[in-house]
T-cell receptor
Framework: NAGVTQTPKFRVLKTGQSMTLLCAQD?????MYWYRQDPGMGLRLIHY???????AKGEVPDGYNVSRLKKQNFLLGLESAAPSQTSVYFC??????????????FGAGSRLTVL | AQTVTQSQPEMSVQEAETVTLSCTYD???????LFWYKQPPSRQMILVIR??????QNATENRFSVNFQKAAKSFSLKISDSQLGDAAMYFC?????????????FGKGTRLSVIA
């Protein structure tokens, strides 16, 4: 019962390098999200997807790109990493419950440090 | 845009005592959903409790209950008989009705310490 799996769990990058965070869910959820968590800032939405092949911007999308080519995967890319992108990144997924109160299932988080 | 405010960055409680975490939100919607998530040191986000705005009855889950005041746009979390395992960051979150396809909006969190 894997739920939501994020890889890698830890990564250190140099400024200007690129990388991709992978999120995989095995619950057949329609919705997927990428959040970042910074001290004193809570969780802020970067991008999200409401279904395969769709993506939308969240609160803090600049410097990130995403893709949802397969329903179970949601990729978050950093084309040119900056120290301001040092953060813990969380992926989450949810289904469209009839009540609308779709509950998020979170991954374990990925800690990214940009030097 | 909707906002969620948690005015207490840190709280502490003695083991076995009761503590209340505050949350207020801003919205013009009449139907929406509210959540409390717990994040222990393991970093895993865990749903604690949720409330549908159209329900007047406050949600409860074992030792966790909420005080939902719709007119005041307040959604506080009460933890009774606090245990050491309750020590964590607690996040309040808001979600508009599904038709808007709007994701969760989180508050900045309250760090709860439990003193033995």
């Amino acid at each position: 019962n894997a739920g939501v799996t994020q890889t890698p769990k830890f990564r250190v990058l140099k400024t200007g390098q690129s990388m991709t965070l992978l999120c995989a869910q095995d619950m057949n959820h329609e919705y997927m999200y990428w959040y970042r968590q910074d001290p004193g800032m809570g969780l802020r939405l970067i991008h999200y997807s409401v279904g395969e092949g769709t993506t939308a911007k969240g609160e803090v999308p600049d410097g990130y790109n995403v893709s949802r080519l397969k329903k179970q995967n949601f990729l978050l890319g950093l084309e040119s990493a900056a120290p301001s992108q040092t953060s813990v990144y969380f992926c989450a997924s949810s289904d469209q419950l009839e009540s609308g109160a779709n509950v998020l299932t979170f991954g374990a988080g990925s800690r990214l440090t940009v030097l | 845009a909707q906002t969620v405010t948690q005015s207490q960055p840190e709280m502490s409680v003695q083991e076995a005592e009761t503590v209340t975490l505050s949350c207020t939100y801003d919205t013009s919607e009449s139907d929406y959903y509210l959540f409390w998530y717990k994040q222990p040191p393991s970093r895993q986000m865990i749903l604690v409790i949720r409330q549908e705005a159209y329900k007047q009855q406050n949600a409860t889950e074992n030792r966790f209950s909420v005080n939902f005041q719709k007119a005041a746009k307040s959604f506080s979390l009460k933890i009774s008989d606090s245990q050491l395992g309750d020590a964590a960051m607690y996040f309040c979150a808001y979600r508009a009705p599904l038709s808007g396809n709007t994701p969760l909006v989180f508050g900045k969190g309250t760090r709860l310490s439990v003193i033995a």
